[in-house]
């Protein structure tokens, strides 16, 4: 079963905030997050793991509540090259795989 | 550094024919991941790789198979093509398996069956 994320879409102005959420049935080692730009490949943003530690990228913030098994991507202060498909995904098989599972996507549209 | 590049970029093929699609990993990554996207999907696992070993198998049937090589480049297969294999298929590397490896994707192959 693939991680569910809200909202489905999102539309901006330069300067204002975003949250995606990301919900799993399944219990995650991780969550990884991925922005797309149409016809490019996906791009790694961060990584969260158990006990709190995060990989990636300096502007972008996130969090990992491993109780409820819910990821929120943070973006402050858009700018237009936030523009894409931002999708959460989750290891399937245990923790000495890397083979992901992702959500549907959250396509994030930002204004000048 | 060179990324994660694939081959070829697009692909036209017809019902029932085979299709063999390339990926090289970043150099020192040893692990190479297989995707589908299909338009308006999130990537769907189909194979991984580490040490030219199969690591892992998503959902799809024994029509698809891959490998690895000695250098860690990777090739997927698919044999006797249906019209719903028309996707991006992706391939991603990462220096080993480990839950916590980013997992740096190539530009993706094109395929269209008619």
């Known amino acids: 079963q693939q991680p569910v994320q809200s909202p489905q879409a999102v539309i901006l102005r330069e300067g204002e905030d975003a949250v995606i959420n990301c919900s799993s049935s399944?219990?995650?080692?991780?969550v990884h997050w991925y922005r797309q730009k149409h016809g490019e490949a996906p791009i790694f943003l961060m990584i969260l793991l158990k006990g709190g530690e995060q990989k990636g990228h300096d502007k972008i913030s996130a969090s990992f509540n491993e109780k409820k098994q819910q990821s929120s991507l943070y973006l402050t202060a858009s700018q237009l090259s936030y523009s894409g498909t931002y999708f959460c995904g989750g290891p399937a098989g245990g923790t000495s795989y890397g083979k992901l599972t992702f959500g549907q996507g959250t396509i994030l549209t930002v204004h000048p | 550094d060179a990324g994660v590049t694939q081959s070829p970029t697009h692909l036209i093929k017809t019902r029932g024919q085979h299709v063999t699609l390339r990926c090289s990993p970043i150099?020192?990554?040893?692990?190479v991941s297989w995707y589908q996207q299909v338009l308006g999907q999130g990537p769907q696992f189909i194979f991984q790789?580490?040490?030219?070993?199969?690591?892992g198998r998503g959902n799809f049937p024994d029509r698809f198979s891959a490998r690895q090589f000695p250098n860690y480049s990777s090739e997927l297969n698919v044999n006797a093509l249906l019209l719903g294999d028309s996707a991006l298929y992706l391939c991603?590397?990462?220096?080993?398996?480990?839950?916590?490896?980013?997992?740096?994707f190539g530009d993706g192959t094109r395929l269209s069956i008619l």
């Open positions: 991603a590397s990462s220096l080993w398996t480990g839950v916590d490896q980013p997992q740096h």
């Open positions: 790789y580490y040490e030219k070993e199969e690591r």
């Open positions: 150099s020192g990554h040893k692990s």
């Open positions: 399944k219990a995650l080692y991780s």
